[in-house]
């Protein structure tokens, strides 16, 4: 028997114990501790202090009195303070405390949490606590924040030290809507293996009915994995306001599956599948205003073999395209099947000579209102050479190739049908054949450096101002019979054209030697020290195509929007209603100011009409915990189709909206945060969206409350107070998603 007493201590293999009084029992390996008892160390990073107790250290075994403890946590001797050695730390305190065995115990009138004690944020209360097998369970709990109690749980489980998964209902979701009505709602979270959980439930909205939802994960080895996901809503109906007119029903389903498989290094399967039963579903209920207002909906998989540089795949498409909000009016792409091959650029003749090639064999359906072409066969064969070349700074890139692509249908010239233009489907296969020439011309770049005082102050160091010119000539003959290929994606719409590229980009460098500790928006280097080098601050690029061929073999409709290959890869705004010798004038404006800001300016300028086709501006600044995004969007598209042939000027549609985002605050610091984010259309002169957020964050959980507003016709008309609760080492409650959130 061995008595210490006055600041005792035993240090035990990776067990200490130390108190006023120790009694150590050799024979039978037990210690007795009275007088602040502090028990640290062992497998699970245990931590107890208690008043009295008795351990027996070979079984890991004990009882404790008035107990105060955690498992998961670290104690620091060198600056006396406690860190988390596992994502779900558990801390609890108890009027007794039974050790049983490693990570077993039973804790009497007591709570367990995840933070710091002895004033922890959250807490769970009970009479019994159970820990084993790396969970820890109670009964008839209290849940209760920042020390007030909120919500009796019959039965409730929290991990413990493990980075595994537990099953069980989670927190239930209260809310309001306008439209919705008062929303009720909880999901169980069941997990299926090591690799795969599953989380599945339901929300009552008390004006329109149950919307189910669920979402599986799974990860596999290397890049493997799958998820699905699974929404909707049994919809009553919206009521119209109108004598004798029913509810209208905007109820739907989402399906989205993402997977991926990797058989081999040089093998693989993807697929990324989405079905949408409605696209009034998505505008009414969709809570991300950038999926509500998607009128695409794609849906593709494939399966890819890749070797040095070759690859062959076969690939399966569905495009749906929505016009309207009517039933029905849609577009609809497939691609059932595809076998496609391609191969990058390969050395042919003693590395000067290069060869590709592309190959494609689909079996094609395009549906759209007026218009049905089914099984269509396409065969595309594209062949090509290049020969780079390069001296005194210049750089030229010759490319001949050629195209044969083979079509068991085709389409007569539009005809009016109903008021409107539709193609006409007409038996009997087509061939077009095209030859191609490309030359591409780099003259060398034009540089001058300047250095003074006032540019070091200023920029931070040197500036290093470059001109690069470039010139791309493009040379199409063989497509005699554009109008009747049918269209289904870009390889069917290739034309002639006999054109010139011109562009020049500039950009402005600055050169900083200084250097400093790298912040944590920056990228870390192995030194720690970020700065130095040179940086591009500035790039500015302006382009425009001349068209010796103005009518691109007669590839163009007067008074129609037309979409050929060669507008397309210059600007996604199609800026072709007739014969035209020059395209649009491009703007492309790069500004990075500092590490922490970015301003970036899209302009598409029409000088033939004389009107801006589209304008993107966007600037972004984050200033320490501040944040500001902003940007106008404007964009004239020309409709299609034309419903009148004597129109001589297509008619345009107008796009002009602007998008804000402010905040101030972290989501990962304690402190306060507040911010706003929203949309105004100019064209209707009204608020699309908005959302306004504050936020708290204390030692381990935090509450976001917000309110949003829709308004995207009459589709939604919908505001909506929202709130979360996130619990550290738990879950996050509330009907406020984090993709939703401001900050």
Known sequence: MWTLSGEAEIDYRNYIVRADKITYNEA???????????????????????TRGTMNLDAQTGHFYDVSGSIGVRRVPATNSKIYTTSNPF????????????????????????????????????????????????????FTLLRIPLIFLPYVTHPVN???????LLIPVISN????????GDQIYWVINRSADLTIGTEYYSKRGFAPSAELRYRGKGLDFATANFHALFDRGLPSGLANVPPIDQGGQDVIINARRDFTPQIRAVTNIEYLSSYVYRQAFEPSIVNATNSEVKSEAFVQHEDHGVAESVYLARYQSFQSDTAGDEIRILHLPSFQASAIDHSLWSGRLLGSFAVSLDTLTRSEPLFHARNLERIDLHPRLALPLGFGGWNIRTEIGGRETFYSKSELLPSTLNGEVSPTLQPGSLNRADFETDVDLRPPVVQRDFSAPWMEKLFGGDVRHTIEPDLHYRYVTGVGNFNSVLRVDNVDIVSNTNEIEYGLTQRFFVRNTATHPCRDDEPQTPSGMCGGGAIDRVSWQLAQKYFFDSDFGGAVTEGARNVLATTLDFSGAAFLEGPRSSSPVISRLRLATTSSSDVQWDLDYDPKVGRINSSNIFADLHYGDLHVAAGQFKLVSLDAPVTSPQTVTAAVTRYNQARLSLSYGNSKHAGFGAGVNGGYDFIHEQVQFGTIQASYNWDCCGISVGYRRYSLGPARDESQMVYSITLAGVATAGNFRQSEKVF
């Open 28 to 50: 039978i390996g037990t210690v007795e501790a009275v007088g602040h008892l502090h028990l640290e160390g062992g497998p699970d990073e245990e931590q107890i202090d208690a």
């Open 91 to 142: 801390l609890m305190t108890g009027r007794e405390v039974f050790k049983d065995g490693p990570e077993r115990y039973r804790v009497l009138d007591g709570t367990m949490t995840s933070c710091h004690l002895p004033k922890p944020d959250w807490q769970l209360l009970s009479a019994k606590i159970n820990v084993a097998d790396g969970k820890a369970t109670a009964r008839s709990t209290w």
């Open 162 to 168: 493990t980075e595994s998964r537990q099953s069980g």
């Open 177 to 184: 809507s306008t439209t919705k009505g008062v929303v009720l």
